[in-house]
């Protein structure tokens, strides 16, 4: 039966095997097309064999169902030539900061998406149902399974790794002869494994293993939610390969991206992993369970200002013929889901003055200073985590950016510019250790459908919030920064959670504002008894209209990350 799925009323499904194998890194190479509406490149993934983690998640089983031959069918590889042709397509050579790399930015010409109806019922939160078998259950290869939805993907290539130079020092071996499955595999595995003093060779290995050559095409085929990858002879997910790169191109009806206009009428795209995550910008892993790493290499015209979730303030590198790249990487592992892009004209917006106090306290740690020194236990999985650097936690006020539009720039002086540091300083004062070292804010274009959204490194603002007094502005902005604690660094393991982190944002937004504002406690508790009687007379109006199934709160479930709940 072919199941239609509305993203404004339907729980969408989460169809990547993650109890099998998961994520541990991606490494994508974009180039944003306005002319086209299309963002098209490769990404790279580094797996995780559940061997590794299967003793501490014992997540959901998988159903596995095969509904009739038709529904296993898969693209037979075939011999592909990838031309370099025009400036869409062109090679170009690019150094960053932490690690070079360089950017071959070459695409395949076809354009058959091969998308075809799910046939399989569509059952939502924490399930998956395939058409194929995705473990070891016979002698069926191994399905992998990757969240997909309004994607072109042209071709699917394992990695050679073992290509790269200087990678034998990640195998037992000193000099690479035979480059087998099992090795290369070991190779991955040593390198997603290694500690977290060590993350820029991590992520320069990441970055040198992505430009690998191919060694081999693997059967794909896709439905109207999901990527599957097999290849032939692999029958576990140890057998498969660990590093895969997809060809692939977004649609310009795709869900997960939007492009559109600023308030300057120029053009623009930007992603809000909603209403269906980000399937619609990169196949991925959408389960919150899955938390992996990133980097990004992004190209667009050179008018155009790239920003996204990084931990880097990246800056444009020029290349030939009008375009310019920009790098960001992320080593805190979170959803794919949190993962944002922003493309358009964008003006960084300053104040008119700037004290000599406010530069000290808002400067960024030295490279001295930013080396972890580890001075306590996190409960979480190994990464730079800085609640365990003791300079972060006296760092009140975290470097931070605007973006808007060029017709704002009085609107994000008058009102947003002067707040971030008070929000930002409360912040610190009620919750410690911002978990992230650096921030960006948007103000979006104005089709943007909510006042605001957090990601990580970047918060998206609604224009709405620059009007009127700044009242609106202050709240909303604390509400995002607390989203960097409950929803980002903490947050529940299962979407139907998501109440819990807004529940604490909208609690912690009354208490920063508070103290931004530098109110009386008498004063402050009169607003926040306001405050919580207009919400209390808007959730009973909401229960009234609400169906009554929707009035109902599933169990719980969490993880532990910074000894709390996390993804």
């Known amino acids: 039966m072919d199941v239609k799925l509305d993203p404004s009323r339907d729980d969408l499904p989460l169809m990547a095997n993650t109890s099998h194998i998961l994520v541990k890194h991606y490494v994508l190479d974009l180039h944003v097309d306005f002319e086209s509406q299309v963002i098209e490149g490769t990404i790279v993934l580094f797996f995780e064999d559940g061997n590794q983690f299967k003793k501490g998640n014992s997540s959901t089983e998988e159903t596995c169902q095969l509904e009739s ?47 075809h109806d799910n046939l399989e019922q569509a059952s939502g939160i924490s399930s998956s149902k395939y058409c194929c078998d995705t473990g070891n259950h016979g002698s069926e290869d191994f399905l992998l399974v ?58 320069d290995y990441y970055a040198r293993c992505s430009q690998a050559p191919g060694c081999g095409e693997l059967f794909f085929d896709t439905d109207a939610w999901s990527l599957q990858i097999r290849k032939t002879g692999a029958q576990t997910a140890t057998d498969f390969p660990h590093a895969i790169r997809i060809w692939y191109k977004t649609k310009p009806e795709g869900q997960s991206v939007t492009w559109t206009s600023d308030q300057c009428g120029r053009p623009c795209v930007y992603t809000m992993g909603s209403p269906i995550n980000n ?95 580890y001075i306590g236990i996190c409960g979480h999985m190994e990464y730079p985590c800085r609640f365990q650097n003791d300079s972060a936690t006296t760092q009140e006020i975290i470097p ?41 804010v948007l103000i979006v274009p ?23 007094t700044s009242h609106l502005c202050g709240t909303r902005l604390c509400h995002e920064i607390a989203h960097a604690w409950f929803g980002l ?65 599933s169990f719980l479930h969490v993880s532990r990350h910074h000894g709390n709940f996390s993804h």
């Open 69 to 115: 031959n038709e529904a296993c069918k898969f693209r037979m590889p075939e011999p592909c030539h990838i031309p370099v042709t025009n400036a869409r397509t062109f090679s170009s050579k690019m150094e960053y900061n932490d690690f070079a790399i360089c950017s071959k930015g070459e695409k395949d010409t076809s354009d058959k998406d091969g998308n």
């Open 146 to 203: 990757l969240d997909c939805c309004d994607l072109s993907v042209l071709k699917v290539e394992e990695v050679d790794i073992a290509a790269v130079p200087g990678i034998e020092k990640f195998t037992m071996s000193p000099k690479l002869t035979v480059a087998s499955e099992e090795l290369r595999n070991q190779i991955v595995h040593e390198l997603v494994t290694l500690p977290a003093d060590r993350w820029r060779e991590q992520f």
């Open 279 to 373: 399937r619609a910008l990169f196949p991925c892993q959408e389960p919150p369970v899955a938390m992996s790493t990133w980097q990004a290499t992004v190209r667009a015209a050179a008018s155009f200002v790239v920003l996204m979730s990084g931990e880097n303030s990246a800056k444009p590198t020029q290349l030939q013929e009008g375009f310019a790249s920009w790098h960001y990487y992320v080593t805190m592992p979170m959803p794919a889901s949190t993962f944002t892009i922003a493309v358009g004209c964008w003006t960084e917006m300053r104040p008119d003055t700037c004290s000599s106090n406010d530069l000290a306290t808002e400067r960024p740690l030295p490279p001295s200073e930013a080396d972890f020194r």
């Open 400 to 440: 931070h950016r605007v973006f808007a539009p060029m017709c704002l720039k009085s609107a994000c002086q008058e009102t947003l510019l002067r707040l971030i540091p008070p929000c930002l300083s409360a912040a610190h004062s009620v919750l410690g250790t911002h978990p992230f070292s650096r921030l960006d």
């Open 446 to 468: 104005a089709n943007f459908p909510s006042l605001g959204m957090a990601s990580p490194h970047i918060i998206f603002l609604s224009q709405s919030t620059l009007t009127g």
């Open 489 to 553: 660094a903490i947050g529940a393991r299962d979407w139907t959670e998501e109440w819990l982190s807004e529940g604490f944002a909208t609690h912690l937004e009354d208490v920063f504002w508070a103290k931004a504002q530098q109110l009386a406690p008498s004063e402050a508790q009169e607003q926040q008894e306001l405050r919580a009687c207009l919400r209390w007379h808007r959730l009973q109006d909401e229960l009234r209209d609400s169906p009554e199934e929707m009035q109902v709160l």
